[in-house]
């Protein structure tokens, strides 16, 4: 079959209508034609060279990473701002995210502004921002929960799977701009030296950017060396400890108070607490809230456990009073000797603490 090939002539577009052509310039290869024609004319009219085009379009990519950092930025932001057990929980990856959200704004902002020198950190700080936000998951057992109810927690949050969504799009931003970023850089130009797109340049920006965040991470694992964490905001902490009681027991049945909790581990590391109620029944429930892990702490005015984290309420008796949690806490199953000791036998209904 014969095709008819039609050849525009060079400038053709730009000088004016197509009226010489079969099809007057109608049809859709000619208006693919012009379009292209006008995204590589200069303001002036005159046709961009290739290299000015291959300029033009890196800058857009440049441009748009820009926009993605500093909107990953505050969606960082977002996530320090409104989920406490960040702070409470996981001090170190908090601080991490602090180094990220800098990061991203910082390298944001000159990817904005053109600088070429920003383009491969920007693209490792998204990559390496992705790897750290997902090996979060696999941090769930420092914190007492599985890495499948951790999971299911991180990607329930929208600003977390939108922080990952950002951080992605950079590298597929980065991935679509090779060729023009490759085509810069093998120009010994100022502007290809500055860009130094090249393995060792790769190498030394992740280098730099892991370095970076490391740091911050290691001066918010600091914090982190002390007894196990202990809510605050506003709560009462009035538990006591066990006093007078023998070898193994949590406390004697005779020096409870009705009411008034008292802390203990169990199994060993996890908090718990016993409170003897107004029938003179026990109860000890684990201290570890059943939404994200946070431990509880007891509000001696209004008589619950409260969770600094994301403020869930329960009972002494370790049920839901207020969510988010939904689920009891934990009980604690009890033995009383004959001389009054009481102590802790197993775990009736382990919740998402592992306890
Ligand atoms: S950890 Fe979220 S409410 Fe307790």
Sequence with gaps: MDVLEIKTPPGFFEMGSPKNLPCGGNCGDCAKAARRATDRAQPGGAPLSGKQSVH??????????????????????????????????????????????????????????????????????????????????????????????????????????????????????????????????????RRGKELDYSKRGLLKAMGGIAGLIGIGVLLGSLKLTGPVQQGSQGSQSSATTATGAGAGSIAKVNNLQVGTPVLFEYPSGYPSALVKNQDGSLTAVSMLCTHVCCQLSYDAVSKVYYCPCHQSVFSLTGKVVRGPATTDLPTILLRVDGSGNVFPTGVSNPGPCQV
């Design 56 to 189: 033009r379009g890196f800058r857009r990519f440049q441009f748009l990473t820009g926009i993605l950092l500093v909107l990953s930025s505050g969606v960082g932001t977002y996530l320090l701002a409104t989920d406490a057990s960040l702070w409470l929980l996981a001090f170190s990856h908090a601080v991490g995210l602090m180094t990220i959200v800098a990061l991203d704004l910082v390298l944001g902002l000159y990817s904005l502004a053109s600088s070429k020198s920003a383009y491969l950190p920007s693209i490792a700080a998204a990559f390496l921002g992705f790897i750290l936000q997902m090996g979060d998951v696999f941090t769930a057992p420092q914190y007492n929960m599985t890495i499948s109810y951790f999971a299911h927690y991180l990607f329930g949050l929208w600003a977390f799977d939108l922080l990952l969504g950002l951080q992605l799009a950079v590298l597929i931003v980065g991935v679509i701009a090779r060729p023009h970023a490759l085509y810069l850089a093998k120009r010994r130009t």
